[in-house]
């Protein structure tokens, strides 16, 4: 017997907040309440392999400011978003830094990287 089970959730795809159900049965996933396709493949990828973006700071010597903003220049799996913190957390920074400017490559193996997100 497959064991099937629904999810809801709200799209954050687009400006829409589409409230989306999600039925899982087995293989087999099912998406409604969407008004679009980005609505379907992200309820698709909430239930299967869930990423977020990581917005955050970082320490920096010689800045005008202590700290730089940094995010990840693509999702990560949510799964490791707190062994990125350890990551961000550990970086020490020299100013000069130019926005993009990759600050920590290929994190936990994930082809995901680290980028400042303002100069300083």
């Not at 320490?59 to 961000?88: A, N, Q």
């Amino acid at each position: 017997m497959e064991c099937c089970y629904e999810k809801k959730l709200v799209c954050v795809s687009c400006p829409m907040g589409c409230r989306l159900t999600v039925t899982v049965c087995g293989d087999n996933i099912n998406v409604s309440g969407n008004t679009c396709k980005r609505g379907e493949v992200y309820g698709k990828n909430e239930v299967t392999d869930p990423r977020r973006m990581i917005c955050s700071t970082a320490r920096i010597k010689g800045g005008v400011h202590p700290v730089v903003p940094v995010k990840t220049d693509k999702p990560i799996p949510e799964k490791l978003k707190f062994k990125c913190m350890d990551v961000i957390n550990s970086l020490d920074l020299k100013s000069p830094v130019v926005a993009g400017d990759v600050v920590a490559a290929n994190i936990l193996d994930t082809d995901v990287n680290i980028v400042v997100t303002r100069n300083m």
